[in-house]
């Protein structure tokens, strides 16, 4: 680690990676960072060394490494009864015979983790008809599910799960318990939790582990995005945490791999249950694929907000196989609805290809996109943060550049060169 002419332990900027958001310069406590170009730069003699550019940085752009703490003379020790939770567990939500393929993302990062702990992944599954989605969590890499097959488990009612996953959690005590941040595995985790009273982490990006104190490392934006938080939870277990789809990598599944399934008896909780009359139909999008599903995406920012232009991107987006998503002001102009949203307080996406057209690449709208594998970006501004971690930039008026994008596209599937 770099250190100043008085011997100080002091953090240093990668240029390459940093994006030129300026959250390092806001926080630093001396006001030692400053800006040259597009490119954060921190002054070495003043810096304190504190690594608070390293903890905001979302690009892990700052070289820093925070001096470990002294352990304080009578902290509180880790109570003993904890050392009989063993194992990462991840909750499979079922539908239509399936496991949802955000619990199979989940099962890849638990074992992740479990390597890392040397110790087992679990897979909690409640349900009815459950039995081809036990084997389908083995393929994906759980080494035991614990499956409760029971027709009162037919239709989500957080009654219901929740008590089978409170006794699942009870009876096979995993350390960790990995819930997707689906509508129901929202409602779940929190059940759960208020039941177990133990901590849960919501919306996680990250995860990891602590091995000296075998303790989840949960991060997650805060502070409406500006920060990322990493929590953890030292005194009680499940230590809980919900990951929205796509956020974690999919496994490759094995439908070779040998594991138990262990089936549990199952009591329905005692009262009147609400009765499930029917489902209401799923609103009317404005056509076209689910954003989170689809290979490619042509995301409309702000610079491109213009209903006149929409057809072409959408004609962009047709021609590159995907569809059309969108930054958070390009809803609140009532131009495209919240279903195409990308961002904290929209879908994560993780597209092979994804092609920003006018947006600048604001933190919020960064941590709903950052499992992407190719970004293309449009922008007048190449300073803009989006063109800064883009894989390729082009530098001009969107309304110049798509036309000519779609031709030499039209020009390649027609056979004769552009
Ligand atoms: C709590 C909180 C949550 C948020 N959640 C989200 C979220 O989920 N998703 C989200 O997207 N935002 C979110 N935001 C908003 C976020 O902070 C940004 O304001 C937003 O992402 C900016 O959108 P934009 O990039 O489209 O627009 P701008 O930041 O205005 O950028 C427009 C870009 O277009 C470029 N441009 C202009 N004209 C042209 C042209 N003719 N051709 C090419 N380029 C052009 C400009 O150079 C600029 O880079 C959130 C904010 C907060 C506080």
Same mark, same amino acid.
């Given at each position: ?63 820093? !490494? ?26 499979? *939500? ?6 949802? !393929? ?10 992740? &983790? /479990?390597?890392? +702990?040397?110790?087992?992944? &679990? ?20 080494? =035991? ?31 960790? +318990? +990995? ?9 779940? /985790? ?5 039941? &177990? ?17 075998? &303790? ?50 199952? *009591? ?45 991107? !959408?004609?962009? /987006? ?13 809803? !609140? ?41 190719? =970004? ?16 390729? /930039? ?25």
């Amino acid at each position: 680690m770099p250190k100043n002419s008085k011997g100080k332990e002091i953090a240093e900027i990668i240029p390459d990676k940093c994006i030129g958001c300026q959250l390092c310069v806001a926080e630093c406590p001396v006001n030692v960072i400053t800006m040259e170009g597009a490119v954060a730069k921190i002054d070495p003699e003043p810096c304190i060394g504190c690594g608070k550019c390293f903890d905001i940085c979302p690009t892990a752009a700052v070289i820093f !490494e925070k001096p470990r703490k002294k352990k304080v003379a009578g902290a509180v020790p880790r109570p003993s009864a904890l050392d009989e939770y063993q194992g990462v567990a991840v909750f499979i *939500e079922a539908r239509d015979g399936h496991g949802a !393929e955000v619990a199979w993302e989940l099962v890849g990062k638990a074992r992740e &983790l /479990a390597e890392k +702990l040397g110790t087992r992944v &679990l897979g909690f599954l409640p349900g009815t008809g459950v039995e081809s989605v036990a084997q389908e969590a083995i393929s994906y890499g759980c080494d =035991i599910v614990h499956m409760i097959d029971n027709p009162i488990l037919g239709s989500y009612l957080p009654q219901t799960y929740g008590k089978a996953l409170v006794q699942l959690c009870r009876q096979a005590k995993p350390e960790i +318990l +990995l819930l997707g941040a689906t509508p129901l595995g929202r409602d779940l /985790a929190s059940v759960v939790a208020t039941q &177990l009273e133990t901590g849960l982490t919501a919306d996680c990006t990250g995860l990891d582990i602590d091995l000296q104190e075998r &303790l989840l490392l949960m991060t997650r934006p805060t502070f409406g995005g500006n920060i990322m938080a990493t929590i953890f939870c030292r005194n009680h277990r499940p230590q809980m945490s919900t990951v929205r789809p796509k956020v974690m990598k999919l496994p490759q599944k094995d439908s070779s791999r040998q594991g138990e399934i262990h089936r549990l008896e199952f *009591e329905a909780p005692d009262g009147t249950l609400p009765r499930i009359i029917d489902f209401i139909p799923k609103a009317a999008d404005v056509g076209g694929e689910d954003i989170n599903q689809a290979p490619v995406l042509v995301v409309v920012g702000k610079g491109a907000c213009d209903s006149q232009h929409l057809p072409m991107l !959408e004609q962009l /987006a047709q021609l590159m196989g995907g569809t059309i998503a969108c930054s958070r002001p390009v809803v !609140e102009s009532g131009l495209l609805p919240y279903v195409r949203q990308v961002g904290q307080t929209g879908k994560t996406v993780a597209p092979k290809i994804y092609i920003g057209v006018g947006v600048s690449g604001a933190v919020q709208h960064l941590v709903g996109m950052q499992g992407t594998e190719k =970004i293309i970006a449009i922008n007048s501004d190449r300073h803009a943060p989006m063109v800064q971690i883009a894989d390729y /930039a082009i530098i001009g008026d969107y309304a110049e550049i798509v036309p000519e994008i779609i031709q030499g596209i039209e020009a390649r599937v027609k056979g004769s060169k552009p």
